[in-house]
């Protein structure tokens, strides 16, 4: 398939603002939107040989969450894997749109390490989580588990918990899980609890485009994705959710970390603390 130019592909971007802002949710700038998505093409050119209609039916998908492209905001992607585009919801997005759901409060998650202090339970109370992280020298201890908390507005939380064998289980071999494997492990563990919290409209359409992305991932034949570079592809696992073009418009704690229900509190990773990476379940 032959390549468009950017220019072209800023055209047409600009051409569907309407659009846009008939999946949009309300408020949000559509034209800014358009950019971002252009932003992305031009950071990432295999995208311009993609077929154009495929491209922007990901779009669509991705703005139904309220979800910005603009690379720069590390909440959605757009990837392609051979000609194919993809969309990939990155953590920092799932994490937005749960606390922007007003149902969360705040968002927590890290690895545990061998021979770190590490107890999780459930009493009559709910779910208990107690971690007492090393220090120093720490990143050099093999990985054991990860685990993400979401405390609930109003009082209670979720929390998910997976141990190395889980881990084992849904890890691929690729580039991302060998250069970044903490990042990857967390990222496991927000998944799972994000699909355990109360959602709004926003979170059960990333929770259709992640369940899409495992779907597209779980497939034995997947192209290679393509791209500019690779550490920029790597990171960014697929997932496949075309929706149809719209036709008219409608209108982290310190050296501990313990979690009982109803403990709220502002951690880094809620806070949108920067990372480099994004993975998968």
């Not at 311009?48 to 910005?68: H, M, N, R, W």
């Not at 918990?161 to 991302?176: A, H, L, N, T, Y």
């Not at 075309?242 to 418009?249: D, G, H, I, S, V």
């Amino acid at each position: 398939m032959s390549s468009t130019t950017i220019q072209a592909f800023k055209r047409d971007a600009t051409s569907r603002t309407g659009n846009f802002e008939a999946v949009l949710p309300k408020g949000m700038d559509a034209a800014h939107f358009a950019m971002g998505l252009v932003t992305a093409a031009a950071k990432n050119s295999a995208l311009l040989k993609c077929d154009p209609q495929e491209v922007f039916a990901c779009a669509y998908s991705i703005a139904a969450t309220g979800l910005e492209l603009d690379p720069a905001m590390q909440q959605a992607y757009i990837i392609p894997y051979g000609n194919t585009p993809t969309v990939v919801i990155d953590y920092r997005g799932l994490i937005e749109l749960a606390l922007r759901s007003g149902k969360v409060l705040s968002f927590h998650s890290d690895v545990v390490r061998e021979g770190e202090t590490f107890e999780h339970w459930t009493d009559e109370s709910g779910p208990h989580l107690k971690h007492v992280p090393k220090f120093g020298g720490r990143n050099a201890l093999p990985l054991a588990g990860a685990y993400a908390i979401a405390q609930l507005v109003g009082g209670g939380q979720v929390m998910a918990v997976m141990d190395d064998s889980e881990i084992d289980r849904i890890k691929k071999s690729g580039v991302p899980w060998k250069q970044h494997a903490a990042e990857m492990w967390k990222k496991t563990a927000i998944r799972r609890c994000f699909k355990l919290c109360p959602k709004d409209s926003a979170m059960r359409r990333a929770v259709s485009l992640v369940d899409a992305e495992m779907a597209w991932e779980a497939q034995s034949r997947r192209p290679a994705a393509t791209g500019s570079a690779e550490a920029y592809i790597a990171s960014r696992l697929p997932a496949l959710e075309l929706a149809k073009e719209p036709t008219q418009a409608p209108q982290e704690r310190g050296n501990g970390h313990e979690a009982a229900p109803g403990q709220g509190g502002a951690d880094n990773t809620a806070q949108g603390e920067d990372s480099p990476f994004h993975g998968e379940e």
